[in-house]
């Protein structure tokens, strides 16, 4: 089985310019899943929403073209990307000749179906487009705006409370103050996120004191972001819930994980003014 210690990520590795599927490391969800007591099925819906910025490859002629790419990998997905390999397998087209964008397109989405078990989108944009990228912040309340004490710097979902005294709301609250580590080599992943619910209110400040507690945590985006979750979800008990975080680029690469309660559109993939 694949575990993040036998991938690439805190080791010296060679520059590979030519394309390359093998680069590509899977890593199973379920171990991670498995502490979180979830099984086969999930309680949650979504999807891990990639932005790929250092996309090139060769036309027919040699001359190097450049794209993004927004790829989309199911919740369901059987495997993740260790996005280390993620990043040398696209370093891999560097100096490889394909017809043209869509066979670029299709060969990711066909190694990607291939490493992670499930249907993965891909999207590419030409420079002609990249102006029509915008950048725009998470909408909802500022939770960053309260003046709390912090004292919990690893996972502390005992700060969270809702009071189910009150009157339901349906809410949505945004930090930018979430922070988290790599779960191999230990270096920051910066992000935002963005929580929306129906339900008893949520605490305000217990909320806020929880992401904060994600500071010294060392997990995978994808793999906290199903923590923040599930730790909503059992300890608030909302009627509705979704997680959405948007983490800064490593690499050239982004991964904003979305996890909701129920059947809804993935969020636009715009990305906000730190990544």
Not at 12 to 31: E, G, H, K, V, W
Not at 47 to 54: I, M, Q, R, V
Not at 112 to 118: I, M, T
């Amino acid at each position: 089985m694949n575990t993040p210690d036998k991938s690439q990520l805190g080791k010296p590795t060679p520059y590979i310019d030519q394309y390359d599927a093998s680069l590509l490391f899977p890593i199973p969800r379920a171990d991670k899943r498995e502490e979180l007591g979830l099984g086969e099925s999930l309680p949650f819906f979504g999807a891990d929403a990639w932005t790929a910025y250092e996309l090139s490859w060769l036309n027919q002629r040699g001359k190097p073209q450049v794209a993004l790419a927004h790829i989309t990998v199911p919740c369901e997905s059987p495997n993740i990307v260790e996005s280390k390999s993620f990043k040398l397998y696209l370093g891999s087209f560097n100096n490889t000749r394909f017809l043209d964008a869509r066979e670029v397109r299709e060969r990711i989405r066909a190694d990607l179906n291939a490493v992670v078990g499930a249907g993965v989108g891909v999207k590419t944009l030409g420079p002609e487009l990249f102006d029509q990228e915008p950048v725009h912040e998470l909408d909802g309340l500022n939770l960053d705006r309260l003046d709390v004490e912090c004292q919990h710097y690893t996972p502390a979902p005992e700060l969270l409370f809702a009071d189910h005294e009150e009157q339901p709301v349906t809410e949505t609250l945004v930090s930018n103050l979430l922070k988290s580590n790599c779960l191999v080599t230990g270096q920051p992943d910066w992000g935002s996120v963005q929580i929306s619910y129906v339900g008893a209110p949520i605490d305000q400040e217990g909320l806020l004191q929880y992401i904060v507690s994600f500071r010294n945590h060392n997990e995978f985006h994808e793999q906290c972001v199903e923590r923040i979750f599930m730790d909503i979800w059992t300890r608030c008990r909302p009627l509705k819930l979704s997680v959405y975080a948007r983490y800064t680029r490593r690499g050239g690469l982004d991964i904003n994980p979305f996890r909701t309660s129920y059947p809804q559109p993935m969020p636009a993939n715009v990305r906000t003014a730190r990544q």
